[in-house]
């Protein structure tokens, strides 16, 4: 069996899946910042170039829906990533107020770059997983990302 790591604070004992589960996400994005750093990007801008790469041409608006990020966070990220020369903004044909997402040919040449950084950074996170915990560990996040984002049903007491 790996290294649990360091002792579980005792204030966590009541959340342990929670505490591995932010332990991870801290881990996991600390990796992928130092790699998007080289690339001279910020984390999150990743995630929107996707979403252009398989969508150019998008309403800010529907961008904003495919990432799950604020507004606000989305909307510093963008005008990053145009001051950087990655996209332009213009006004949406049907509305004025409404923008539309482009990429430049300096967004869209980080295509191959941005895959091959997010290649590597799978096989860091599975190297040591089979496909069958692979899988399963996906299928469980989903569970788990469900469960703490329905707002629906009310936290047990």
């Known amino acids: 069996m790996n290294d649990p790591g360091p002792p579980l604070p005792s204030s966590a004992r009541e959340g ?4 591995a589960v ?3 996400a801290r881990a996991h994005r600390s990796r992928a910042a130092a790699m998007l750093r ?3 990007l910020h984390p999150g ?15 800010q608006s529907e961008l904003l829906g495919s990432v799950g990020l604020d507004h606000s966070t989305v909307s510093k990220s963008l005008r990053r990533m145009r001051d950087a020369g990655l996209l ?5 044909a049907h509305d004025r107020r409404a923008a539309v997402i482009w990429l ?5 040449a980080l295509r191959e770059p941005l895959t091959a950084m997010w290649r590597t950074l799978e096989e860091a996170s599975v190297r040591d997983l089979s496909p069958e915990e692979v899988d399963a ?3 469980i996040a989903h569970r788990i990302e469900g469960a703490v984002g329905d ?4 936290p047990p007491p």
């Open 16 to 19: 342990r899946l929670s505490h």
């Open 151 to 154: 707002r629906d049903r009310p």
């Open 88 to 92: 332009t903004r213009e006004p949406a």
């Open 45 to 59: 801008q990743e995630l929107l170039l996707m979403r252009l790469f398989d969508k150019d041409g998008q309403p």
């Open 104 to 108: 430049t040919e300096k967004g869209r």
């Open 22 to 24: 932010f332990q991870l």
């Open 137 to 139: 560990f996906i299928d």
């Open 38 to 40: 080289a690339m001279d």
